[in-house]
């Protein structure tokens, strides 16, 4: 049983309704340990190592969308008792949001690839790095009929004052 229907039940027992907003990755205000944290290494190093390709999708959203989308399942009757996969306006590769960051602190982008090699990898490993990018699972984007019903709009991502 996850966490998820233990507050269900402890919700429910109190006749009381509960919204699932899990947000992918958050950023804003500068306070954040995704993004901000990013930012500190860059001004301090001057470059930011990924380990391999780094084509993973990522969906940043920042905390006034999160906010936003909390806000809007309190308004929204429909939004009770449910799930909402909250994430970002957009989906772009690892390394391009690493590019945004850079450019938000105002250096040019200077990704070091690390190179880890820690005995053979598993056949499994290899099958799956060789398969083309795509959305991971869990981490799709919210659609429009729960987005509205939680009125939420992401931005773009475009991080600013880092």
Do not use: W
Request: glycine fraction near 8%.
């Amino acid at each position: 049983m996850g966490r998820n229907s233990t507050v269900r039940r402890v919700f429910a027992k109190q006749a009381l309704s509960v919204a699932n907003l899990p947000p992918t990755l958050i950023y804003g205000l500068g306070r954040d340990k995704n993004i901000a944290e990013m930012a500190r290494f860059i001004r301090r190093f001057g470059f930011f190592p990924v380990l391999g390709k780094a084509t993973g999708l990522r969906q940043p959203i920042h905390t006034a969308d999160v906010a936003g989308a909390c806000l809007g399942a309190l308004r929204a009757p429909d939004a009770a008792n449910r799930d909402y996969n909250i994430s970002g306006g957009e989906t772009f590769a690892y390394r391009d949001m690493v590019a945004r960051v850079f450019v938000a602190v105002g250096h040019a982008p200077d990704c070091r690839r690390l190179r880890l090699r820690v005995g053979k990898e598993p056949r499994q490993a290899k099958a799956q790095r060789s398969r083309p990018v795509s959305r991971p699972a869990g981490r799709n984007l919210v659609r429009a009929r729960p987005r509205a019903q939680v009125a939420v709009d992401p931005r773009y991502f475009r991080p600013q004052k880092l």
